[in-house]
């Protein structure tokens, strides 16, 4: 019989832990097989990407003379306004109305917004199938774009917005495998550090 006990670090089990390299090689394939297993069994949902080009044509609004901190203090402004907006109950209803998906679904990290500022804004939609991920950005970014160019109260009239990438979108995974595959190397590593630098064997 072997008893397991809980000891603290010495300094020879240290170099013991570096000396055993395969101590590392063996933790990291078996934590990278585990995770792959998890990887093809459970896999994370897909993500898809549609790109819209908002231009502020600020330098039709501020003179080229004033400072850039009035310009930037513009676009943060505006740029907020247009948040407000994409998330708003009366456009996430029309991504509803297209999709079945319902609001509280669509903000509860359905949706994500990305980059955004004056140039490409990417509306992202994370779902089980590659075809409901593509449906679901498309909606959002068209129901967008509408929305703007429908010149809203309290947008600036010389706002411009359009798709620069509206059909064959790009489709990924929301995590990659090789994330899955190098945290579970490290896991694996971890683990077996851990057990043979606090877990010391005696025969009972």
């Not at 059909?167 to 590593?189: E, H, W």
Request: glycine share 6%.
């Amino acid at each position: 019989m072997k008893k397991l006990m809980l000891k603290p670090p010495t300094y020879d089990s240290l170099l013991r832990l570096l000396a055993a390299w395969r101590i590392w090689v063996g933790g990291a394939i078996l934590g990278a097989a585990i995770a792959s297993m998890v990887y093809f069994i459970a896999p994370p949902p897909y993500r898809a990407q549609a790109t819209v080009l908002v231009d502020q044509n600020v330098e039709q609004v501020i003179p080229q003379e004033e400072t850039d901190l009035r310009k930037f203090n513009y676009l943060q402004r505006e740029t907020d306004k247009l948040v407000e907006i994409a998330w708003s109950d009366q456009l996430l209803s029309r991504v509803t109305a297209q999709t079945g998906i319902p609001v509280a679904k669509l903000r509860d990290g359905c949706l994500h917004l990305s980059q955004p500022s004056d140039g490409g804004w990417h509306f992202l939609a994370d779902a089980s199938t590659p075809e409901a991920a593509s449906a679901l950005a498309s909606a959002w970014a068209g129901a967008f774009v509408d929305e703007i160019q429908s010149k809203p109260a309290g947008v600036s009239a010389l706002l411009e917005v359009n798709f620069t990438q509206k059909q064959d979108l790009p489709i990924k995974r929301t995590i990659s495998m090789g994330i899955y595959v190098f945290g579970g190397a490290l896991l694996g590593i971890s683990i077996l550090a851990l057990g043979l630098l606090f877990i010391d064997w005696k025969d009972a």
